[in-house]
């Protein structure tokens, strides 16, 4: 059995990530000692990993809760959890064309740049003129 604090240092998670966790039923209500500490078992230590890795692969709460949710049932079809770790690649996929878009606006910026008086300075220029943008704002901060 884990306290919360071990189970924390054990998956990289914070304590506080892990009440919350349980608060919206990513991970199960603990078992308690006597004197109301919680308690898990290894179990909890999968799901935890599992949830925590998840998250670095980017997947949202909901996601991860239908995907966890396929894995408490191992009769179902993988074609679901296919569909939901497609549906996040193409997610980051289009994530990492808006940072391309970015990467190529920040360049031209920079290499525009002179060097010269900030009242010269075409960073600040480009900036101050939304026309002069080739991406859309909105698209890159999505």
Same mark, same amino acid.
Request: aromatic share 4%; glycine share 8%; charged share 30%.
């Given at each position: 059995?884990?306290?919360? #604090?071990?189970? =924390?240092?054990?998956?990289?998670?914070?304590?506080?990530?892990?009440r919350?966790?349980?608060? !919206?039923?990513?991970?199960? /209500?603990?078992?308690?000692t006597?004197?109301?500490?919680?308690?898990?078992?290894?179990? /909890?230590?999968?799901? *935890?990993?599992?949830?925590?890795?998840?998250?670095?692969?980017?997947?949202? *709460?909901?996601a !991860?809760? /239908?995907?966890?949710?396929?894995?408490d049932?191992? #009769?179902?079809?993988?074609?679901e959890?296919? =569909?939901?770790?497609?549906?996040?690649?193409?997610?980051?996929?289009?994530?990492?064309?808006?940072?391309?878009? *970015?990467? %190529?606006?920040?360049?031209?910026?920079?290499?525009?740049? %002179?060097?010269g008086?900030?009242?010269?300075?075409?960073?600040?220029?480009? *900036?101050?003129?939304h =026309?002069?943008?080739?991406?859309?704002?909105? /698209?890159?901060?999505?």
């Open positions: 059995m884990l306290t919360i #604090g071990n189970l =924390a240092k054990r998956t990289g998670t914070k304590v506080q990530t892990i919350y966790y349980e608060q !919206i039923g990513l991970m199960p /209500e603990p078992g308690r006597d004197g109301g500490q919680r308690r898990y078992r290894e179990a /909890e230590l999968d799901r *935890l990993s599992f949830v925590r890795h998840a998250r670095q692969l980017g997947f949202s *709460l909901e !991860i809760r /239908e995907l966890l949710d396929l894995s049932h191992p #009769g179902k079809s993988c074609a959890a296919d =569909a939901i770790a497609r549906r996040q690649l193409r997610q980051v996929e289009q994530r990492l064309a808006r940072l391309e878009a *970015l990467r %190529s606006e920040l360049t031209r910026m920079v290499h525009e740049c %002179s060097g008086q900030t009242a010269d300075c075409r960073v600040l220029e480009v *900036l101050r003129d =026309a002069e943008c080739l991406t859309d704002h909105d /698209e890159i901060g999505a």
